[in-house]
């Protein structure tokens, strides 16, 4: 049995389920000064806005503590099952990831302390953290994992020989404000199935407005990989990520938006798998011609170690599946601010 493969699939399937998760959360809060400012409807109290903002957070509340676990996890399998590649990886992208602990660390404060106190000023300044982390956390993931897919200076010992700038090239750049962009998209195509009212309505238009920006903006990254690094298995699940999001923008101009979420959560999906197969057999190839590139043979633990971590995998990752899926199944009724009540401020 191939584990060092089975491995690289499953940190792939890791990184597609963060990515499709917490996607439409990092969305939902970019989404706060657009959605949650009264919408299209100019000089709405402020009470209103607020009500409209505390809907849209708690739309994500019993979500988004448990999606970022998958980006804990796929970390953890990275470090267990390929530890010089983990190594490589966090030393190369030392900063933006960094960057990125502090972007989900801020946000995260912001989503837990926002409530508690009602004061107008304290609210703002929460809000601003939860908006920044929400646009810089996608950002920063979709320029790591792009310079991934696009190599990196490492040298015949494996160790990154770039700078912070190398890592700041026009391919990381676009898949950044892609990963931003698509986001936003699923964010309020998400908002849209789980809101009611007017925030249900405001959702759906700003959904079929940036996506018309993320179109323009997935293809041209996806005529990228496509170009630069595609085999046949690339270029076809970049063209279904493609028919994905045209699909799910024109359910949710139709107001069907289950499947507008479908649309854009299989975008998420197969342009992840697009991404680690092109990486593939490779988990961080060098640019340097006379580099070594970190493989998933020459990166992996040993056997012994990879066939621990199945057996546990196949015990708990059901278990974990299980659990998700029944938290979403519970949490499936749709919100409006009707069902709010008055805050609950912790003294």
């Known amino acids: 049995m191939d584990y060092p493969l089975i491995w690289f699939l499953l940190v792939g399937v890791l990184w597609t389920g963060y990515l499709v998760l917490e996607g439409f959360d990092f969305g939902v809060g970019a989404l706060l000064p657009v959605l949650g400012g009264g919408g ?19 739309s994500i509340g019993p979500h988004w503590d448990g999606n970022e676990v998958w980006l804990i996890t796929a970390g953890g399998a990275m470090f267990a099952a390929f530890p010089e590649w983990y190594a490589s990886m966090f030393s190369a992208f030392y900063l933006p990831l960094l960057l990125l602990l502090v972007a989900l660390i801020v946000r995260n404060m912001g989503l837990d302390y926002r409530h508690k ?22 950002f920063l993931v979709g320029v790591a994992l792009t310079n991934l897919v696009r190599g990196v200076p490492l040298d015949a010992d494996h160790e990154y020989v770039g700078t912070l700038w190398t890592l700041l090239n026009g391919p990381s750049l676009l898949g950044g404000v892609v990963f931003v962009a698509l986001s936003v998209t699923h964010g309020a195509i998400f908002l849209s199935l789980k809101t009611d009212g007017p925030l249900r309505a405001d959702a759906r238009m700003v959904a079929t407005r940036s996506g018309l920006v993320t179109v323009v903006l997935a293809a041209t990254l996806l005529g990228w990989l496509v170009t630069t690094q595609g085999g046949l298995l690339v270029t076809s699940l970049a063209l279904v990520a493609a028919i994905a999001l045209v699909g799910g923008l024109a359910a949710n101009r139709a107001g069907r938006e289950g499947m507008a979420f479908g649309g854009t959560a299989l975008t998420w999906a197969a342009a992840a798998a697009a991404y680690f197969v092109a990486l593939h057999p490779a988990v961080m190839p ?10 998933i043979d020459n990166a992996a633990s040993s056997t012994m170690t990879l066939q621990i971590m199945t057996v546990a995998a196949l015990c708990f990752v059901p278990i974990v599946l299980g659990y998700t899926a029944w938290t979403y199944w519970v949490f499936r009724r749709r919100l409006s601010t009707d069902h709010l009540g008055a805050p609950a401020l912790v003294k």
């Open 286 to 295: 060098t640019t340097l011609a006379d580099g070594a590139s970190l493989t």
């Open 117 to 138: 106190r009602d004061d107008g000023t304290w609210r703002r300044r929460w809000d601003a953290a939860i908006i920044g982390g929400s646009v810089a956390a996608p």
């Open 40 to 58: 299209a409807r100019v000089g709405a109290a402020v009470d209103e806005a607020d009500q409209r903002r505390r809907v849209m957070l708690t």
